[in-house]
T-cell receptor, first 113, second 115 residues
Framework: KNQVEQSPQSLIILEGKNCTLQ??????????LRWYKQDTGRGPVSLTIMTFSENTKSNGRYTATLDADTKQSSLHITASQLSDSASYIC????????????FGTGTRLKVLA | GAGVSQSPSNKVTEKGKDVELRCDPI?????LYWYRQSLGQGLEFLIYFQGNSAPDKSGLPSDRFSAERTGGSVSTLTIQRTQQEDSAVYLC?????????????FGPGTRLTVL
């Protein structure tokens, strides 16, 4: 069964600190992996998109990595800000229909002042 | 520019009633998706529209759920005879096309509560 698992479920850090969120997937074949940020009460917003041939992608203070061999991805947030408080969702798409995305349950990040 | 909009933002209904949820995608986006997000769960794919092609309805959980997209733009998700387990946030997204590098743009969602 195609699955996307994220860890930790929730995380609390102090403003200015770095953190790394993990995503493991079993989707096969694999097409692309996305990270989204979802603020409370809002729809998800795309942060990064990586195909199988890419192993890192940055968007400002957000850096995503991908290891297609081990089927693992991480999202690293540098110098966290209060506005980073949100849920971060890992999404994987397989070749059997690139529009059929499989969503993880997310990591809920809280950044404290 | 205008993003994806959804209405209503909140809907409270009684069990057994029908509801209609509306999605206005970004102008020019040919692909439109509906998802359901239940508390503590990942987004669940419901239905996908691409241009004039027949929609992929494989994610609809029961025949009480239906959706249409008129004129390749606005979409309506209809839930008939609502049940309490239908309570969730219903999210709509659109994209310019479908591909490995295409970005989905999500609306703010409609929070449905079935009493």
């Amino acid at each position: 069964k195609n699955q996307v698992e994220q860890s930790p479920q929730s995380l609390i850090i102090l403003e200015g600190k770095n953190c790394t969120l993990q995503c493991n997937y079993t989707v096969s074949p694999f097409s692309n992996l996305r990270w989204y940020k979802q603020d409370t009460g809002r729809g998800p917003v795309s942060l990064t998109i990586m195909t199988f041939s890419e192993n890192t992608k940055s968007n400002g203070r957000y850096t995503a990595t991908l290891d297609a061999d081990t089927k693992q991805s991480s999202l690293h947030i540098t110098a966290s800000q209060l506005s980073d408080s949100a849920s971060y969702i890992c999404v994987v798409s397989g070749n059997s229909g690139t529009y059929k995305y499989i969503f993880g349950t997310g990591t809920r990040l809280k950044v404290l002042a | 520019g205008a993003g994806v909009s959804q209405s209503p933002s909140n809907k409270v209904t009684e069990k057994g009633k029908d509801v209609e949820l509306r999605c206005d995608p970004i102008s020019g986006h040919t692909a439109l998706y509906w998802y359901r997000q239940s508390l503590g769960q990942g987004l669940e794919f419901l239905i996908y529209f691409q241009g004039n092609s027949a929609p992929d309805k494989s994610g609809l959980p029961s025949d009480r759920f239906s959706a249409e997209r008129t004129g390749g733009s606005v979409s309506t998700l209809t839930i008939q005879r609502t049940q309490q387990e239908d309570s969730a946030v219903y999210l709509c997204a659109s994209s310019h096309q479908t591909g490995p590098a295409d970005t989905q743009y999500f609306g703010p969602g409609t929070r449905l509560t079935v009493l």
